[in-house]
């Protein structure tokens, strides 16, 4: 099982394997939840899709791929979950 360090301003470096096998990607966040039995528990954290309503607004020109589109829609939540 990967482990990692707490550093003196209490970061931690979630090890790549788990990255990878959670699917994070930088910008991701997570969340801690404690269970009732002590154990805490890291999870990906889920983004309300009605707040992201209008964040392509003034951002899309003329037809796009479809790559081209999922990279828009990819910055923009982004950009969104880091206000």
Do not use: H, N
Request: hydrophobic content about 40%; glycine content about 8%; proline content about 6%.
């Amino acid at each position: 099982m990967p482990a990692t360090t707490i550093t003196s301003k209490g970061r931690v470096t979630i090890p790549k394997v788990i990255r990878d096998a959670m699917g994070l990607r930088p910008g991701d966040r997570v969340r801690f939840v404690r269970r009732d039995d002590g154990t805490v528990v890291v999870e990906p954290e889920a983004v309300d899709v009605r707040s992201l309503a209008g964040i392509l607004k003034g951002k899309l020109k003329g037809p796009l791929t479809l790559e081209a589109l999922e990279d828009a829609v990819e910055r923009a939540v982004m950009e969104a979950m880091r206000r």
